[in-house]
């Protein structure tokens, strides 16, 4: 009978943890109106040369995979179908192991 | 009495307000425009309901650098009342005026409903009309209503009795289905240590005329009425 | 270049010889860029214009009828009601939140572009089956984006409807309607009068969004969709309350002689037409045009339609002070030309002169469509539809269950909850009703508010499902006591170059026409949404009416709800009922087959007079209008509203369940205190409306027998769980 | 008369332009129900072995400043008196250089 260990090594990977930082904003050419207020908010307050204010979100997971490529793959499919909105948002991500 | 309603951009509460304190109590009221610096004499400054800047980044938080607010926090610290409702208790929360902070409802949906709310101190400006734990039916309609104020700060709160409303069933307990928005404690809205600034989330100015569903956010008004008439009245601005 | 620019940009080689025609020369590409979203079907109305001028129009309220960006009726002492539909369908589609979104914020524009300030919000729905993981995260996102935009701006969303039903899950429903409240005198409309008279452009600054939008509007839905997405746009609901606010300070102080918002084809819809209606022409500069984005060429700046933005005709000697209304607003503006005499569109980018056409062509020049008409061979097929082939249903206690439990049937308030209903502090009656209330403090009167609509009905058959429509409606708005004094219709349907489809939507309208005249309520706004279709399965054709009653006496404003113990209930109206097209089959039985109840219009016209004055004359406690589900669902309704049971029994005879669960339109529930009894039942007889003692108010059941026999015995406060439950679960 | 070269540089520094990427995340002990709903939402579509999600915002913004050091000390302040709620919400930020 494999044990747990030899299970989750078979392929030669070990499973480990892997924790994804995940920026989501809105597209170039997509209006953001909550970055235009907090540029126009900025700019009263006392900082005049702000400029490009955008206002996204930011999103952290830990997840298991077996290597950083089956990480990548899964935390992209998690963005596309869920955490973001293709249609007007675009993400980018980092990943850092975590350990085991 | 002679209260001053502010307009922030996106206040949208501004005129129930105002229709109130007019129409119903008979009183003076006036618009103050956010760009406001010294808006004159009045004895309550109510900050209305409403999606001041849009509510964007976070609920109150461009507001509460209106120019207004200057004159709003020297008002309030020269004993002013000043009333929040909804976004007014969001943006009092930001601007530092009253303690904790208001964040996204638990359950992450906007929520228009009646709610019932327990007056826990009647001790106050605004709720010395109520008796001591009476209930009122108040609606609410917000999205980012749900009260936090670090676990060690809540004590102290309830000691100085600053826990003004809870939300609790209509029979006065204060249950989990009562919470319209997963506030900690069931907390509705608080007041400053002196007393003379409350925020609170449901609004009392739509509990006005009994064909709209209730009269009993007159008691937090009428409550105003008299401790002004009976107590000192400030008039500064 | 291409060979044939215009084929990319839709338009079609005779259309473009038509072009060619009316202007004496070839077009430039920018020109022929306004003119592909001018001739667009969501813009000229090609498929649709000959059948619209059926609907009677006319009335001695109206202020206002079809043409401009709402209707306009008058409600008494100066006082008028300005009020509109729209469809978001295909921008839902693909971004429900922001489509829906920005459906809201559209037709609210439609409503203080005339000079209205908007009062209410209404919305009607539908969705596919909520079994299906992505119709639920459509409808909760279109949800949310409703209240998103309508919350903000603080607006209450007083009454709507949903529907789920298998033929719009690629191709969801969003229909949203506004009201406002205005003196009359203030009406404004959307002509660019008086030569020399400034061009202005106020609210958010132009970017690429949308541009062709009008045309993804008007085509079906495919894979190639996904590609189009760029055409969803972004709201700003903040922008757009300070756009209101700006736009009706400005009306009051009387500082603008017309006044356009921009919605699908942007600023080229707004040149043209306002200087189509005004019979002038219009020269502009492009480059006044305040950008969110640099290096926008001049068509994209033409058919851009970045999200609220609006256009005003100012006289000259206006100008400072409209200025200064803009900047206390803090709205980016600019002037942007002015008002000439000579019928041409122009228009200046960059020095150069880049468009110049004669108005008249773009805006009104589109060759009027003469689709075939062909009866579909469904409809023929699923009349035959006989009854008897259902297997036996005895157990109506269940039934009733599982109808209460049918997310069409079921309660909608995990809806509306999440829509601000109370705001502004005049809602009588909110959501859950048959027709919304609200008061208007200006004139001591109330609004009553409603939409309806069920494309079942349509499909099965469109003429006598048209004459529902209205029907329903209007007795939704009786019901509360108020006169119906106008409508504002959305028609939604399939691919009208199919003959099909056309042939479903002139009977349709011509059911509507019909019930409007026999009613006396004129048509005075609308919208059509051809194209509703999915890698050509079409929807339901889905006509969506929109009705605003008056009610002189808000005092006397009657609820659904039973009201007390030991009033009796009775059922007025007609004795016709089928099981034809009614919720049972579908939801029971799985079944969408079956002749519709023949309407009669004349008796729906004195029976929602007789109700009318039973109300106003404080003869009834509650009055409810049966639909889908027919009299059991209503009752269950009435019984759920009031927290009271009732004990009733009906005439031995017809069919058990056609007696409970069958459908037909001019058919009401109303309670009565049991000293009236007699007065009430008296005066329907006068009116000649039937009606029927059915039994009391009272206990904690609904109990309904028959021939000694309960048919339907069962706790109020069960059936209220499952009626309550069943969205709110939905959507967690 | 200075010149503008002059000018900028006259307190020894150039006046950049930093790009300031801001995270926003609420405070450890303070609920997170967006993160808790994207977690359960993520879990169903069978991403079982997803933990510790939590939801906040990210800010991008550009400002000028004389050197690393006073851009940092904007972004904070602005973070602190605007773009984060202290009581319930802690940021972090990382700045990079963008050019004069
Ligand atoms: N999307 C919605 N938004 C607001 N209110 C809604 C919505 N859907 C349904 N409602 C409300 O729920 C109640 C029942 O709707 P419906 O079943 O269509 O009523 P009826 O059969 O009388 O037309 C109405 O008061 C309606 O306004
Ligand atoms: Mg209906």
Same mark, same amino acid.
């Given at each position: ?30 209006? %953001? ?56 948002? %675009? ?10 | ?55 964007? =980044? ?33 943006? =009092? ?145 | ?49 000959? *059948? ?12 206002q009828?079809?043409g401009e960006n709402a209707g306009v ?7 008028a009601?300005a009020?509109k ?21 559209g037709i609210l524009r439609d409503i203080f572009t005339m000079g209205a300030r908007p ?59 506004c009201?406002g409240?205005m003196r009359?005198e203030n009406l404004v409309l959307g002509k660019a009068s008086g030569?020399?008279n400034l061009v202005f452009l106020a609210g ?36 757009g309350?300070l756009l209101m606010e700006a736009t009706l300070e400005l009306i009051e102080k009387g500082l603008a002689a017309g006044v356009q918002d921009l919605g699908?084809?942007g600023l080229?819809c707004a040149l043209t037409e306002t200087a189509a209606r005004a019979?002038t022409?219009i ?10 984005? *640099? ?11 970045? +999200?609220e933005r609006m256009l005003y005709i100012i006289e000259?000697?206006h100008r400072?002070e409209v200025e200064?209304i803009f900047?206390?607003w803090?709205l980016?503006y600019a002037n942007l030309?002015?008002v ?52 036996? *249903? ?6 009733? +269950? ?180 009614? +919720? ?149």
């Amino acid at each position: 009978m494999p044990t747990g260990r030899f299970c989750a090594g078979w392929k030669g990977e070990t499973v480990l943890k892997w924790k994804a930082k995940i920026e989501i904003l809105l597209k170039q050419q997509v209006l %953001d109106p909550q970055g235009g207020a907090v540029e126009k908010a900025l700019k009263t307050m006392g900082y005049p040369s702000v400029t490009g204010v955008r206002v996204g979100k930011y999103i952290e997971l830990v997840l298991s995979a077996e290597g950083r490529g089956q990480a990548a793959a899964r935390v992209e499919e998690m963005s596309e179908k869920l955490l973001s909105n293709p249609v007007i948002e %675009d993400y980018r991500y980092e990943l850092v192991e975590v350990g085991e | 009495m002679k209260a001053g309603v502010i307009v922030f951009p996106g206040s949208n509460c501004d005129l129930d307000a105002y229709h109130l304190v007019r129409d119903i109590l008979g009183q003076e009221a006036d618009y103050i425009w956010h760009g406001e610096t010294s808006p004159g004499e009045y004895d309550l400054l109510i900050l209305p309901g409403g999606f001041s800047y849009g509510d964007y =980044l976070r609920s109150g938080a461009i507001a509460r650098f209106s120019p207004v607010m200057e004159a709003v926090a020297s008002f309030a610290a020269a004993g002013g009342m000043v009333l929040g409702i909804c976004n007014g208790f969001q943006i =009092l929360t930001e601007a530092g005026l009253l303690p904790g902070a208001l964040y996204r409802n638990r359950h992450l949906q906007f929520r228009c409903r009646q709610t019932y709310i327990r007056v826990e101190n009647n001790r106050l400006p605004f709720t010395g009309l109520a008796r001591k734990e009476q209930v009122l039916k108040i609606p609410v309609a917000h999205g980012d209503g749900c009260y936090y104020v670090p676990e060690d700060e809540l004590a102290g709160l309830e000691e100085r009795g600053q826990v003004v409303f809870r939300y609790t069933d209509s029979g006065g307990s204060p249950t989990k289905k009562a919470n319209p928005n997963g506030s900690v404690s069931n907390i509705a809205g608080v007041c400053n240590e002196q007393g003379n600034v409350l925020g609170l989330m449901p609004h009392p100015e739509r509990a006005g005329e009994d064909l709209l569903g209730s009269s009993d956010g007159l008691v937090i008004f009428k409550s105003i009425l008299d401790y002004l008439g009976a107590g000192e009245v400030s008039r500064r601005g | 270049m291409v060979d044939k620019p215009w084929i990319e940009l839709g338009l079609t080689d005779g259309e473009y010889s038509l072009i060619v025609g009316q202007l004496g020369r070839e077009p430039n590409l920018v020109e022929l860029n306004m003119y592909s979203v001018m001739w667009s079907e969501h813009c000229s109305y090609k498929h649709s214009r000959a *059948e619209l001028r059926k609907f009677p129009t006319e009335g001695p309220r109206v202020l206002q009828g079809p043409g401009e960006n709402a209707g306009v009726v008058d409600i008494g002492e100066g006082w008028a009601c300005a009020f509109k539909i729209e469809s978001h369908n295909h921008p839902s589609a693909v971004e429900p939140y922001q489509g829906a979104a920005t459906g809201v914020g559209g037709i609210l524009r439609d409503i203080f572009t005339m000079g209205a300030r908007p009062v209410a919000f209404l919305n009607s729905l539908r969705f596919g089956e909520l079994s299906d993981p992505r119709v639920r995260y459509l409808f909760d996102r279109v949800v949310a984006g409703i209240g998103g935009y309508g919350n903000c701006v603080g607006i209450p969303t007083v009454a709507g409807e949903v529907y789920f039903e298998p033929c719009y899950r690629g191709n969801p429903l969003v229909n949203a309607m506004c009201v406002g409240v205005m003196r009359s005198e203030n009406l404004v409309l959307g002509k660019a009068s008086g030569e020399g008279n400034l061009v202005f452009l106020a609210g958010a600054r132009t970017g690429k969004d949308g541009i062709h939008g009008v045309t993804f509007a008007s085509e079906e839905l495919n894979a190639a969709s996904e590609e189009k997405r760029p055409s969803v746009q972004v709201g700003d609901p903040f922008m757009g309350k300070l756009l209101m606010e700006a736009t009706l300070e400005l009306i009051e102080k009387g500082l603008a002689a017309g006044v356009q918002d921009l919605g699908g084809a942007g600023l080229t819809c707004a040149l043209t037409e306002t200087a189509a209606r005004a019979g002038t022409g219009i020269e502009v500069d492009l480059d006044q045009v305040p950008l969110r984005e *640099e290096g926008m060429l001049a068509h994209e700046i033409l058919v851009s339609e970045s +999200q609220e933005r609006m256009l005003y005709i100012i006289e000259p000697r206006h100008r400072e002070e409209v200025e200064k209304i803009f900047i206390r607003w803090g709205l980016p503006y600019a002037n942007l030309g002015r008002v000439t005499t000579d019928g041409m569109v122009r228009a200046l980018f960059r020095g150069e002169k880049v468009v110049n056409l004669p108005a008249a062509s773009v805006a009104g020049g589109a060759p009027e469509c003469e689709p075939g008409l062909a009866e579909p061979a469904y409809y023929g097929e699923l009349k035959k539809f006989k009854l008897p082939e259902l297997p036996g *249903e005895t157990n109506y206690n269940r039934a009733l +269950q599982k109808l209460l439990g049918d997310s069409t049937v079921a309660s909608k308030e995990a809806v509306w909850r999440r829509y601000d209903y109370s705001v502004r502090t005049s809602t009588l009656q909110g959501p859950g009703g048959d027709a919304a209330v609200i008061r208007i403090r200006e004139n001591g009167k109330a609004l009553a508010l409603t939409v309806d609509g069920n494309g079942r009905h349509s499909y099965l058959d469109p003429y006598i499902g048209g004459i529902y429509a209205v029907a329903e409606a209007t007795r939704n708005l009786s019901c509360t006591g108020a006169e119906p004094v106008g409508i504002t219709d959305c028609l939604n349907f399939g691919n009208p170059e199919k003959a099909e489809i056309s042939w479903q939507f002139q009977q349709t309208v011509e059911g509507m026409s019909e019930a409007c005249r026999v009613l006396g309520v004129p048509v005075v706004g609308g919208n059509v949404s051809f194209y509703n279709e999915v890698e050509g399965e079409a929807i339901y054709p889905t006509p969506v009416v929109g009705a605003v009653g008056l009610l002189a006496e808000p005092e006397n404003m009657t609820r659904s709800a039973f009201k007390s113990a030991g009033d009796h209930v009775l059922l007025l109206g007609s004795k016709l009922v089928s099981l034809g097209g009614s +919720q049972y089959l579908k939801c029971c039985h799985n079944v969408v087959a079956g002749a519709l109840t023949r309407p009669d219009l004349e008796l729906e016209k004195r029976l929602q007079e007789l109700l009318r004055s039973l109300i106003n004359e404080r003869l009834v406690h509650s009055a409810h209008d049966l639909s889908e589900g027919g009299l059991a669902v209503a009752l269950a309704e009435c019984c759920i509203g009031g927290e009271l049971g009732c004990v009733l029994t009906l005439p031995a005879g017809s069919g058990r369940a056609d007696n409970l669960f069958g459908e037909g339109p001019s058919r009401v529930i109303v309670s009565v205190h049991y000293e009236l009894v007699g007065r009430v039942v008296r005066l329907a007889g006068k009116a000649k409306v039937p009606v029927m003692d059915l039994g009391e108010v009272g206990g904690e059941k609904l109990k309904i027998m028959s021939e000694g026999e309960y048919l339907v015995d069962i706790k109020i406060a069960d059936l209220d769980r499952i009626y309550r439950e069943v969205i709110a679960c939905a959507m967690k």
